[in-house]
């Protein structure tokens, strides 16, 4: 079984780790490919896009997606859509993000919620539609945690902020699930849309407050959302707030969170993470 990834970001690549054995032979993209890879990796971007995409695709038995939209549209489907259609390619794996859904006011939603929001949550919905009306199985992903990405690592940088907006909750995931959840995917026999979330939404202060009791430290003071000084983008995270159900995730997918809640996944990484910089954590 041959896979082919289009974006190995974090949690791609997270899944190759875990789950590569199964496969014959894997090959993906990134935006500017490194050399000395593990695995063999091509160039796709605005810029560029390796003509020798297209016969991995031919060859390619699982497709795993992880490009996010741009204002034009989803950029895989706009240069291999009719390829992709067209292909022996058995499984289309896609990852989505929660931030599809509409602000419920902190209420629990599940894959029914409607889901709304304009520019780039707009462009994800419109990506998301796309590719399952094609077949493809959409994961929506909540706030991603694991290894090197974290509330202990951005506490260490001195990134760590208290933001407090009164009502305001979160999902998380850590990656190890997340790649539990793309194999689960890749085996099931049905196509549609799951949450891949954790059972604990909770609001993004304890999780930093959390985070710096098991270190040891204080935690940074608390900011008020209205006055805190944010980009724009960490500043739409903040534009809903619900409680994200996993139970379709569970009883269909039989994936059940190794990490159930935040405490256990820091608690797990509190033990095992380096001291390292790396890329701020949106689940925290």
Not at 165 to 189: C, S
Not at 217 to 222: D, K
Not at 252 to 264: G, K, Q, W
């Amino acid at each position: 079984m041959r896979l082919f990834v289009f974006g190995l970001g974090y949690s791609a690549s997270h899944f190759i780790a875990g789950h590569g054995a199964r496969f014959s032979a894997i090959a993906g993209t990134a935006r500017t490919p490194q050399p000395g890879a593990a695995v063999e990796t091509l160039a796709f971007g605005p810029d560029h896009v390796d003509p020798a995409i297209a016969a991995h695709l031919a060859r390619a038995d699982v497709l795993l997606v992880s490009v996010p939209p741009d204002a034009d549209g989803d950029p895989v489907l706009r240069a291999f859509g009719p390829q992709i259609a067209a292909s022996g390619i058995r499984r289309v794996v896609y990852l989505s993000t929660v931030g599809v859904y509409g602000d419920h006011g902190g209420g629990w939603i599940d894959e029914t919620a409607e889901l709304a929001g304009s520019g780039r949550r707009r462009h994800r919905i419109d990506a998301e539609a796309a590719w399952l009306a094609g077949g493809a199985t959409s994961l929506r992903l909540a706030g991603i945690y694991g290894p090197g990405r974290n509330a202990l690592v951005n506490l260490r940088a001195g990134r760590a902020h208290r933001i407090v907006k009164p009502g305001q909750v979160f999902n998380r995931i850590h990656v190890d699930d997340i790649a539990a959840a793309i194999a689960r995917a890749i085996d099931h026999a049905g196509t549609g849309a799951w949450n891949v979330c954790d059972d604990e939404p909770a609001p993004p202060q304890d999780v930093v407050t959390f985070a710096a009791s098991l270190m040891g430290v204080t935690p940074p003071p608390e900011q008020d959302f209205a006055t805190a000084q944010m980009s724009a983008m960490a500043r739409s995270f903040y534009a809903s707030s619900n409680r994200i159900s996993n139970a379709r995730m569970k009883s269909e997918l039989d994936v059940v969170p190794s990490f159930p809640t935040y405490r256990e996944g820091l608690t797990s990484l509190a033990k095992s993470d380096a001291p390292t910089s790396s890329p701020d954590d949106a689940a925290s």
